[in-house]
């Protein structure tokens, strides 16, 4: 059986996509299944993923769907319940792995544990430049001399550069002694802990709260140990303008999640009768 499965969350970005899984060739740790949960890119997503699965050698199967509007969280159960493994990593479709990502994320989980990381946000320029030259992740990581450099650059330059600095040593990294929480693009955690909160909610409806917060809040409820990969499992986030979060989200995470005070959401991996979607 696959030690893991890494999800991917996707809509339209082919081009990061297959930045992704060139890195995904380069893994320390190569004991995995790619899911690119697509949330209705179009019908040409799935042959694309297929060519790069026979590209780069990786075991990757697209799940997909038609959904007028955000269907990000009803993708991302499709893919929950698709996977073969017991252990759940989740990254987004602009988000690039260091080659130390999935070993980083694999090398500290445990029982009732969620697996916090955050990313680097790549300048445009940078952004630009590693989609033409390939070399910029030479070896499976961006050095840290271009990152700082990137911070310089204009328009639009990188920042949270210090997130792209490799530490191995646990004791290190906890030195750092910042708060942990829970980023929608850089998680991980056992399928039966996602499957006791009953998965994503999909009755979030844009983005923003949804896939984090909400999660954050219902896995704290359910007595989660929340831990930090920081600087262990490194994340680059492609650039793109700021996505605009949506305002009926928070209404439903104030009104439902947080008043209710229950952890198992009533449209998740399993609906209010019992069924799964």
């Not at 995995?32 to 990786?58: C, Q, T, W």
């Not at 990152?147 to 191995?168: A, C, Q, R, T, W």
């Not at 896995?219 to 930090?228: D, I, N, P, Q």
């Amino acid at each position: 059986m696959t030690k893991a499965t890494l999800i991917i969350s996707v809509f339209r970005k082919k081009e990061e996509l297959e930045l992704i899984f060139r890195t995904l060739k380069q893994q320390t740790f190569r004991e995995f299944e790619v899911i690119v949960a697509d949330d209705d890119s179009g019908n040409d997503m799935p042959a694309h993923v297929e060519e790069l699965k026979n590209r780069y050698g990786l075991e990757a199967r697209t799940v997909t769907h038609s959904f007028s509007g955000f269907g990000k969280n009803i993708i991302l159960n499709k893919a929950i319940r698709e996977s073969r493994s017991d252990y759940l990593v989740f990254i987004d479709g602009d988000c690039i792995p260091h080659r130390r990502f999935m070993e980083g994320h694999l090398r500290e989980h445990g029982a009732n544990t969620v697996l916090c990381g955050r990313r680097v946000m790549l300048g445009e320029k940078l952004s630009v430049r590693l989609k033409e030259d390939p070399t910029v992740m030479g070896g499976g990581s961006i050095s840290y001399f271009r990152l700082m450099g990137d911070v310089f650059s204009k328009p639009n330059p990188g920042y949270h550069i210090e997130e792209g600095i490799y530490i191995g040593s646990r004791l290190l990294r906890r030195m750092r002694g910042t708060e942990i929480t829970l980023s929608g693009c850089n998680f991980s955690l056992d399928k039966r802990l996602m499957e006791k909160i009953n998965g994503f909610d999909e009755d979030y409806t844009g983005p923003g709260i949804g896939e984090d917060s909400d999660l954050e809040f219902r896995l704290r409820l359910a007595g989660a140990e929340l831990r930090s990969v920081r600087n262990l499992a490194v994340l680059y986030h492609i650039y793109h303008p700021l996505t605009t979060e949506n305002n009926s989200n928070w209404e439903h995470f104030h009104e439902v999640a947080q008043k209710t005070g229950t952890y198992f959401c009533k449209n998740g991996l399993i609906k209010t009768n019992g069924q799964t979607a």
